[in-house]
């Protein structure tokens, strides 16, 4: 039979013993994460169907799972989830897949894709409206900038500020667009001063080569200006 990867997340880290017992008691290779919540398992199964029952029947009390998933798309490339739920919420779910006309889990997977999609539309609207905020509202825009201008993360709207201490800590970026294309990206610091470092010493590099008189910076600034006094030939001239 084929072998399946599943994903199982945890409610919490699971480490040394508690791991080993998990898998003699299931029988399956399996392989924790750096963090200890999450266990990666290959099973034995007909199907993915099969193969996600089986690590429940095996280990659902063994392990503090919380969620059950495939690692690899399935032939229809759609990811498999399993979700435990009490007795009283698969009687709702039951019933409100009758109500719509489809069976459990149709009406699951459609719920799980109408939440996912409205949870990515709230996130692009929030972050809309906190660019457009600091776009069209914040006061200190309607001046000229400068390259040295700080503005204090604590004069922003919340959501604002949010966002910005978010791409300063993930190091992501924000690209802005026009018709033309990307046109400006707002990203942390950090990555700027990498950037600007990389920049310096790859040109740093290039003169180095294109020209055997360039002087380092450092060495540069030990030599110091040339005395005012000096004559063409190097040598002082006198005054008398």
């Given at each position: ?38 266990i990666a398992v290959l099973v034995s199964a007909r199907d993915e169907e ?191």
């Amino acid at each position: 039979m084929p072998l399946h990867a599943i994903e199982i997340i945890l409610t919490r880290t699971v480490r040394g013993v508690e791991l080993k017992a998990a898998r003699r008691i299931s029988g399956m290779p399996m392989a924790s994460s750096r963090d200890g919540k999450s266990i990666a398992v290959l099973v034995s199964a007909r199907d993915e169907e099969l193969a996600i029952r089986k690590v429940w029947k095996r280990l659902q009390d063994s392990l503090p799972i919380d969620v059950l998933c495939t690692l690899f798309p399935g032939p229809d490339g759609m990811l498999r989830m399993s979700i435990p739920f009490a007795p009283g919420v698969k009687r709702r779910i039951r019933a409100w897949a009758k109500a719509s006309g489809k069976s459990t889990d149709e009406f699951l997977s459609q719920a799980i894709k109408d939440a996912l999609a409205r949870d990515r539309a709230t996130e692009a609207a929030s972050q809309a409206c906190a660019l457009n905020y600091m776009l069209h509202t914040c006061a200190w825009l309607d001046s000229p900038l400068s390259y040295a201008d700080r503005v204090p993360v604590s004069r922003l709207p919340t959501s604002l500020g949010d966002l910005v201490r978010r791409i300063s800590n993930s190091g992501t970026r924000i690209v802005f667009t026009d018709i033309t294309g990307p046109i400006a990206s707002l990203i942390g610091e950090r990555e700027l001063r990498g950037l600007e470092n990389a920049f310096a010493i790859a040109e740093c590099q290039e003169r180095k080569t294109d020209s055997s008189s360039f002087m380092p910076h450092d060495e540069a600034v030990e030599e110091g200006p040339a005395d005012d006094e000096a004559g063409e030939d190097g040598e002082s001239r006198g005054t008398g």
